[in-house]
């Protein structure tokens, strides 16, 4: 019989979802995933991917239980597919930077989906919510979700499917083989590339993460039976991914007191993560440029940086996103880079395009992907340098609970007017069900 050792593991622990004690730091953790998921995702309701997919799962029907954000109740497969890819749709939302995913869009999705449907309280739910991120993390973990994206896949899609899977699973209540099945289920779904990244598709891969994880663990519950060998390190997704076997999925332990939930990151931007440290670089040096004109810009970076945010010349605001340059001249020009920062006027602004085309991408081998720094050269000749060794949001050099309400309600306010604070106290403490009701509705 053939050893499942990674398999095993994971069965076991979403199995024990229900009865596990989970650290109070654990939780806090979760809620704040909560909270920033909630604000992008009520942030987005108007982006032209978050519109497209309601306008299909309308048609799905209603009945189920689940809601989406657009105010349509179905069943929970489809308003994961509707809620992840609104949370992914400003790419705003946290990131794991171990696996350079965003998991928190899809495991909440499905958790939310699964979850509402079921009635179920809102203890159960935090704990799906992190046995689905400590899934899809180690997945990730060890490089294998680096090695994705070097190959153009898109790690959201394929760690965020095992998330969202896991976080079923524990609110059905699968034990050890049923979830092995969802896993497996999850595997042979698994998809995203990076081509897509400044398009709509690439917030579809995170709704398309949870829809497939949500399945997984739907046709795990009726007694469908899958290969269960696939997130092994020898078989399965690591070798078809990765044919050169360079790198696959690592062992998975899941330790109790080692979190990656606890090693999450939050974007203080609307961007793009790896411009992030870039972004906090040329904010630095907004000050000392004092409005005088710009003749170039060296950006050093990590090579995924000049990869997968390496548009020299967008010209649509999702483009704008996932440029290293369009995001150097927002910070250099002072701005917060926020959502707003992303619209066909700003793109367009003369004086941003006139920087961006004054800026150079310079790959240094050995720079972390949370790191970068600058070099500016002034028209009268000066020379300005600066740099960030850990950008804002990364632990280490964490947001605190201060910033993220900011956030939450600098998003969610123009959306749900007066009714964004009680909705930010509501899952700042989430502790009820029946808090989401009203928050769905609000949204």
């Known amino acids: 019989m053939q050893t499942t050792p990674n398999a095993d593991a994971a069965g076991r622990f979403i199995a024990g979802s229900r009865d596990r004690n989970l650290p109070d730091a654990v939780l806090d953790a979760a809620r704040m995933c909560l909270v920033d998921w909630f604000g992008v995702a009520i942030a987005a309701r108007q982006e032209g991917a978050?519109?497209?997919?309601?306008?299909?799962?309308?048609?799905?029907?209603?009945?189920?239980?689940?809601?989406?954000?657009?105010?349509h109740e179905t069943n929970p497969a489809a308003a994961a597919l509707a809620?992840?890819?609104?949370?992914?749709?400003?790419?705003f939302d946290d990131t794991h930077v171990g696996s350079l995913a965003h998991l928190s869009g899809p495991t909440w999705a499905a958790t939310l989906g699964v979850g509402m449907s079921?009635?179920?309280?809102?203890?159960?739910?935090?704990?799906?919510?992190?046995?689905?991120?400590?899934?899809?993390?180690?997945?990730?973990?060890?490089?294998?979700?680096?090695?994705?994206?070097?190959?153009t896949l898109h790690s959201t899609g394929v760690c965020g499917c095992f998330a969202a899977a896991a976080a079923a699973s524990a609110l059905y209540g699968l034990g050890a083989n049923a979830a092995q099945n969802a896993l497996g289920l999850a595997a042979t779904q698994a998809a995203g590339l990076t081509g897509s990244f400044g398009t709509m598709s690439k917030p579809f891969h995170a709704g398309?993460?949870?829809?497939?994880?949500?399945?997984?663990?739907?046709?795990?519950?009726?007694?469908?039976?899958?290969?269960?060998?696939?997130?092994?390190?020898?078989?399965?997704?690591?070798?078809?991914?990765?044919?050169?076997?360079?790198?696959?999925?690592?062992?998975?332990?899941?330790?109790?007191?080692?979190?990656?939930?606890?090693k999450n990151t939050f974007k203080p931007y609307a961007s793009c993560l790896l411009t992030h440290p870039v972004i906090d670089t040329a904010r630095k040096l907004h000050p000392r440029i004092a409005g005088r004109p710009i003749e170039s810009v060296v950006v050093n970076v990590h090579p995924m940086a000049v990869q997968l945010a390496g548009k020299?010349?967008?010209?649509?605001?999702?483009?704008?996103?996932?440029?290293?340059?369009?995001?150097?001249?927002?910070?250099?020009?002072?701005?917060?880079?926020?959502?707003?920062?992303?619209?066909d006027e700003r793109m367009q602004d003369p004086g941003l395009r006139d920087v961006?085309?004054?800026?150079?991408?310079?790959?240094?081998?050995?720079?972390?992907?949370?790191?970068a720094s600058l070099v500016a050269i002034l028209k009268d000749g000066t020379r300005l340098e600066e740099s960030t060794p850990l950008a804002l949001g990364n632990p280490g050099n964490p947001m605190s609970w201060a910033d993220m309400e900011r956030k939450f309600l600098g998003l969610t306010t123009p959306v749900m007017g007066a009714a964004a604070t009680d909705a930010f106290?509501?899952?700042?403490?989430?502790?009820?069900?029946?808090?989401?009701?009203?928050i769905f509705a609000g949204g």
Do not use: Y
């Open 356 to 371: 961006t085309g004054r800026v150079q991408l310079n790959i240094v081998e050995g720079t972390a992907k949370t790191s």
């Open 118 to 151: 079921l009635r179920a309280d809102a203890k159960d739910m935090l704990k799906a919510f992190v046995t689905g991120f400590e899934v899809g993390a180690g997945v990730g973990n060890g490089g294998f979700g680096d090695a994705l994206n070097t190959r």
């Open 312 to 343: 020299t010349n967008p010209r649509t605001p999702l483009e704008g996103k996932f440029s290293t340059a369009f995001c150097t001249a927002l910070g250099l020009s002072g701005s917060m880079v926020t959502a707003d920062d992303f619209s």
């Open 50 to 71: 978050a519109q497209a997919v309601h306008r299909v799962v309308e048609g799905m029907g209603s009945g189920g239980g689940a809601r989406t954000l657009l105010g």
């Open 425 to 438: 106290a509501r899952l700042r403490g989430f502790s009820n069900a029946g808090d989401l009701d009203a």
């Open 208 to 262: 398309k993460a949870a829809f497939n994880g949500v399945l997984s663990a739907q046709l795990a519950h009726a007694g469908f039976v899958s290969a269960r060998s696939l997130i092994e390190a020898q078989d399965g997704i690591g070798a078809a991914l990765i044919q050169d076997r360079s790198k696959t999925v690592g062992s998975m332990t899941f330790q109790d007191g080692d979190w990656e939930v606890l």
């Open 83 to 91: 809620n992840g890819t609104m949370a992914h749709c400003l790419d």
